[in-house]
């Protein structure tokens, strides 16, 4: 599956500016405190649980999924994903940084000896 734009990558810092622009220029910045922002991520995650809820064990790749069911999950995958950079954005975390961390700290925990 492509990207819209047919771009091979797109940055967390450009997708966060985006989000920034979208809610300022429907003056909903107001509303977009890291509570709400949670509560919205919960509710898409919910949406997105919905795409796998009755298939069983799913192969990777979805070889049996019809076109509109992966692009239905694409954009169940992108609301999470844009919700989750706003509420990082809300709350002044640097989700790249902070991820790349994360991974360090991973595998000190789980090293590949074990």
């Not at 919910?46 to 019809?66: A, H, T, Y």
């Not at 954005?89 to 790349?100: F, K, M, P, R, T």
Request: include cysteine; proline fraction near 4%; glycine fraction near 8%.
């Amino acid at each position: 599956m492509t990207g819209v734009s047919g771009e091979e990558s797109v940055s967390l810092d450009l997708l966060r500016q985006k989000m920034r622009d979208f809610a300022k220029e429907r003056g909903w910045e107001p509303y977009h405190t890291p509570r709400n922002l949670l509560l919205a991520l919960v509710g898409e995650m919910g949406e997105l649980s919905e795409i796998f809820q009755w298939k069983g064990e799913v192969e990777r790749g979805l070889p049996n999924w019809k076109e509109e069911e992966k692009v239905h999950l694409g954009e169940e995958l992108s609301d999470v994903l844009l919700y989750l950079i706003q509420l990082s954005d809300s709350c002044n975390i640097d989700l790249g940084q902070v991820a790349l961390r994360k991974l360090q700290l991973n595998a000190v925990k789980y090293p590949v000896s074990k």
